[in-house]
Antibody, heavy 114, light 107 residues
Framework: EVQLVESGGGLVQPGGSLRLSCAASGLTFSTYSMDWVRQAPGKGLEWLSYISRSSATIHYADSVRGRFTVSRDNAKNSLYLQMNSLRDEDTAVYYC???????WGQGALVTVSS | EIVLTQSPATLSLSPGERATLSCRAS??????LAWYQQKPGQAPRLLIYDASNRATGIPARFSGSGSGTDFTLTISSLEPEDFAVYYC??????????FGGGTKVEI
């Protein structure tokens, strides 16, 4: 069974940092490009970033470019999202998903508030 | 940015009825459109990809159609578990993927 499990969410003050992890199992992680998507409370879905299988290609949405950094460790079957300079509007549930979006994690809640 | 507009925002139906959900793109996305179902507290679930292909394990009562700028998700006969929010997503402007605002199907 394929599982993607996010961790690292929590409460952080504006301007602070947080690192999300996404642990993959049940699939050959190194063969999948991966994405991050978020969903603000009561709102729709927003694509955030893409990372290729080898990390050679990375893309970001304008809303997070320069503040968020995506990375992966294929040896650890893990995907990461380093979030810096967090703002109130970054409050959301953050999901990792594979390139085809047929596998999603359960989500990690990030709350940015003073 | 390609904007996806979903209508209606809310669809009130009963089990057994047919549901027709619309997604309109601000410019052509060819057939690069997907549909997702999301229930409260859960991650989205892929239903349809490339406009009309059912994802693995998705029941035949779900079907997708359309190309260019106008797309439709049809649920032929609503089951109780189908009451949820549905999102469309375009993959034409990859990597800048965008989602529609969602349609809530309620009883």
């Amino acid at each position: 069974e394929v599982q993607l499990v996010e961790s690292g969410g929590g409460l952080v003050q504006p301007g602070g940092s947080l690192r999300l992890s996404c642990a993959a199992s049940g699939l050959t992680f190194s063969t999948y490009s991966m994405d991050w998507v978020r969903q603000a409370p009561g709102k729709g879905l927003e694509w955030l970033s893409y990372i290729s299988r080898s990390s050679a290609t990375i893309h970001y949405a304008d809303s997070v470019r320069g503040r968020f950094t995506v990375s992966r460790d294929n040896a650890k079957n893990s995907l990461y999202l380093q979030m810096n300079s967090l703002r109130d509007e970054d409050t959301a549930v953050y999901y990792c998903a594979n390139i085809h979006f047929d596998y999603w994690g359960q989500g990690a809640l990030v709350t940015v508030s003073s | 940015e390609i904007v996806l507009t979903q209508s209606p925002a809310t669809l009130s139906l009963s089990p057994g009825e047919r549901a027709t959900l619309s997604c309109r793109a601000s410019q052509s996305v060819s057939s690069h459109l997907a549909w997702y179902q999301q229930k409260p507290g859960q991650a989205p679930r892929l239903l349809i990809y490339d406009a009309s292909n059912r994802a693995t394990g998705i029941p035949a009562r779900f079907s997708g159609s359309g190309s260019g700028t106008d797309f439709t998700l049809t649920i032929s006969s609503l089951e109780p578990e189908d009451f949820a929010v549905y999102y469309c997503q375009q993959r034409s402007s990859w990597p800048a993927l965008t989602f529609g605002g969602g349609t809530k199907v309620e009883i």
